[in-house]
């Protein structure tokens, strides 16, 4: 791993020998980002420390009043499962090289398989879930438990993360939930949490979430104004790429 780019500051080691890897870093609808958090709440996953980077945007997040880093490491030994949770979008010109070196470390700690969480822009009120992958055997896998994203783009920091897992043959699925615009959307965060239920079992009840629904999307809404701010004058495209802090 390039320490230049990304730099993981552990306070104590994975105990999962060959874990599945899932990443919610915001996107369009925070989907990534509120369905990963949610996770990591509901489950009391256990904290294991954060990624930091100079691309990453200067900021603090705070947690029940605590400081913590905008990219956090998490982990359920019972599940077998780490979660990688993202307060803060990552630039489209450091996209690949974070997305590099996210998957750099997923291969250092022998991640047997890659999830990555992501919005899609859809108009329709529906909800659903597509699903793509980066070898062509894990199909069969998603085939019944989401909608195959058949032709599109993934961009962004997932993007960049999946073609880079298809460049080092590591198992990835990219679960993408359908929301109706760029803004907030917990529901749509709520198809995928279920989805992944399907797949791999978690047993993660959503009511909690649903219950929020309203109170996250002003949350979620008042953060991104929140990063919208701290934006550097010189990455004025960031409103381009990311609509919802737009």
Known sequence: MDKDIVQVILEREPSIKNPILIEGFPGIGLVGNIASQYIVNELKMTYLGAMSSKYFPPLAVLLGGVVNMPVRIYEDANLGILILTADV????????????????????INAKEMVCLAGITVMSDEHRVFGAVSRKELLEKIKDMAEIFELGTITGITGSIMNECRIRNLPAICLLGETASAEPDPRAAIAAIETLNKIYGLGVSTAKLAEQAQQIEVQMAQLAQQMKAAQPEEQPKIAKEFPMYG
Not at 89 to 108: F, M
Request: negative net charge.
């Open 89 to 108: 979008p990552v630039h489209p010109l450091a996209s690949y090289d974070i997305g590099k070196e996210i998957v750099s470390w997923a291969e250092s």
